[in-house]
């Protein structure tokens, strides 16, 4: 009984891999130049429409930071055709749901509803798209939901600074210098007719991409996008200042003290490049072997044997432009921050000096092999992947083939790439500490 149990598990999860690993869909072009992508899959009657906007917060004007997250709560404010306060109501009447979220480099909105309801969630992101209304009130409104936001997830929670304090320090030129949410004050000297700009910028069929995933018959897709997008003017074509930051050449050390903590931090970062390259898939891996489960090399070393820390991590923070490798550590008793940093840093020294074993990089292929399989297995998370690698990888296929390249990736690329950017002369080291008291 367990053997044959075991036999369907493994039909299982071999069927569960083919299908993610070819993700059909069909791709073309509107004549007002905004992108389309389909993937038909009639297993479920569900369909998500989607729209990807390339704008994000290094776009923003550097003394107008948050435009481009603030526009994701604007957007919902209403159009000519959908009142004020109605978008929601709208989406869950008709059995849906919907969201959107900002990141540095773009925007993206989306709807879920049963497949009966494709027609609904064309018109509301093409109502979006063509027919906001951006008036004070809604500027106003939303204005004071960021700033709650702000308070919520930054000002008032443990460690809400620490992203803003690395970026603010590693990057000198760059957009990505600001977070995401940007400044409040910058918000509020905003005018009206600063936002309609905005808006009028990079809101545009042009600037963005279009998904229609799940259960839809192609012909009527085809027909309902033209319908409800295909009217919508061309914008003017969007320029980007390319901005080039100096290599780091001498380590980097800053303290930031968060009056919400009482457990110290250490973070060392390294800038790294592009997301799209293949060295910023190695230092994927990279993490991975540092400092992904209990058995990895950091917490096996620190949270386990040594008992030095109390949490670890290591992660490549993947962007457009450039990355930010970040290594940290919370002490655990008397260790000092210096101490965690060390012996970080040694671990860090091996991958630069020895090869990891043949078995440690067949495990990291599985793990790999396992994330790419769960990143396809919804509809919902193929939108999302198909609209990704369409804006800021210039590749919708990289969601089939994606994990060819890691599965290509050496033990001798892994200790190259350590050695090219984990290095202690080119990093920032973050001391984040508990806000002293004044006495």
């Known amino acids: 009984m367990k053997k044959m149990y075991y036999l369907s598990f493994l039909s299982l999860l071999l069927c569960a891999t083919a299908f993610a690993q070819k993700v059909a869909f069909e791709e073309y072009d509107l004549s007002n130049g905004m992108h389309v992508i389909l993937h038909k899959d009639n297993s479920a009657p569900v369909v998500t429409t989607s729209v990807m906007y390339h704008v994000g917060a290094k776009d923003e004007n550097p003394e107008r930071t948050g435009f481009a ?16 306060g109605e978008w929601f109501k709208i989406v869950s009447a008709n059995g849906g749901t919907n969201n959107a979220n900002t990141t540095q480099d773009r925007t993206y909105y989306y709807e879920v509803f049963p497949s009966n309801n494709l027609a609904l969630g064309l018109w509301m992101e093409s ?96 027909k309902l996008i033209e319908d409800y997008f295909g009217s919508i003017p061309r914008g003017e074509d969007v320029v980007r200042e390319t901005l ?60 386990d044997d040594e008992k030095k820390a109390m949490q670890v991590a290591a992660f490549n923070y993947s962007l457009e432009d450039y990355g930010a490798y970040i290594v940290l550590a919370l002490p655990l008793g008397d260790n000092t921050l210096d101490d965690l940093v060390d012996e970080m840093n040694e671990e860090i020294v091996k991958l630069q000096t020895e090869l990891i074993s043949e078995k440690e990089l067949q495990k990291l292929r599985n793990k790999f092999e396992n994330q790419f399989v769960n990143s396809n297995s919804s509809v919902e998370g193929i939108a999302s992947s198909l609209a990704t690698y369409y804006m800021l990888y210039d590749d919708i296929n990289l969601i089939n083939t994606e994990i060819d390249i890691y599965n290509s990736i050496t033990r001798e690329e892994i200790r190259e790439i350590a050695k090219k950017y984990l290095n202690p002369e080119q990093s920032l080291v973050l001391d984040y500490l508990p806000k002293k008291d004044i006495e």
């Open 69 to 84: 997250h603030f526009f994701e709560h604007l957007l919902f404010e209403g159009t000519e055709n959908i009142e004020r």
């Open 127 to 222: 109502e979006r798209l063509m027919h906001p209304i951006i008036n004070q009130i809604g500027v106003d409104t939303q204005n004071e939901v960021v700033k709650e936001e702000k308070r919520l997830r930054v000002d008032n929670s443990p460690y809400g600074q620490w992203t803003g304090q690395v970026f603010a320090n590693l990057f000198n030129e760059h957009p990505y210098r600001w977070m995401t949410i940007g400044s409040l004050d910058h918000l509020d000297a905003a005018s009206l007719e600063e936002f309609q700009a905005f808006n009028k910028k990079f809101y545009v069929p042009n600037n963005a991409v279009l998904v229609v995933a799940g259960d839809f018959e192609t012909e009527n897709a085809k």
């Open 244 to 303: 080039t930051e100096q290599p780091i050449t001498s380590k980097i050390e800053v303290t930031y003290e968060d009056p919400n903590i009482q457990i110290p931090a250490v973070f060392t970062v390294y800038r790294t490049p592009s997301m799209t390259t293949r060295d910023a898939r190695v230092l994927d891996m990279i993490s991975t072997i540092l400092s992904d489960g209990k058995s990895s090399r950091l917490y096996k070393k620190l949270v």
